[in-house]
Every structure is written in structure tokens, then in C-alpha cells.
């Protein structure tokens, strides 16, 4: 299972391996408070696609759009972590405030569709 937690929250147990996928490390966190196995910057939407999208929720559907597109140039970034979601759970962590328009979010489901179906 891939599940996404924003970085601002309280952590409780870790489910599964961890990793931040967001290309700017988020502000106020220490980096030893966040139970990370990874930093996945690169997996991260490039600067001028956050910058296009800015949380607008209504170019929403266009990022996810452009998003893919970058993810399916680049499967070297997210097949590690595909392969992690095949062997247990692992957590997305994001920093966006909107918790319904990130970039975790749109990797979560691009992840999912390439998960075999039970």
C-alpha cells in the first residue's frame, strides 16, 4: 500500500519505508525528526512545472497531465520506489498545505496504476 503523509503532521509508527519526494526540502523540519529512508528529489515535478502549477487547484488535472509525462520520461526516478510498494507499504511524504492537489498525491496514483490489480 502507498500512502502519503504530509511532513507537518505527527509521524506515529513509520508504515513501511519513507521518503520524501518533494524536489525543496520543507521549511522548519529538521531533518532528524522526519523518519525518512530516502529523499527522492529528483521523482519531484521539475522547478518550472511547480512554479506553473502553484497549488492552483484548478490546473489540477493539467499538472497530473504534465507530471506523468515527466515521470514517463524518467522511470529511473520511481522505479526504486515502485519496487519498494511491491514488497510492503511505503509512505510518500509531501509538504504542499493542500492535501488534495501535491505532487505525492499525483505520484501515488501514477505509482498505483503501475501495481498489479488483486
Known sequence: MIRVKRVYEPHGHPDGPGYLVER???RGVRKESL??????R???PT????RW???DPARWEEFQRRYRAELD????TWQPLLEAARRGDVT????????EHNNALALKEYLEGKLPRH
Open 92 to 99: 510518500l511524504y509531501y509538504s504542499a498545505r493542500d492535501t
Open 42 to 44: 529528483d521523482i519531484a
Open 35 to 40: 523518519p525518512l529512508d530516502g529523499w527522492l
Open 73 to 76: 520520461a524518467h522511470p529511473e
Open 53 to 55: 502549477f502553484g497549488h
Open 47 to 50: 522547478n518550472e512545472l511547480r
Open 24 to 26: 525543496l526540502w520543507p
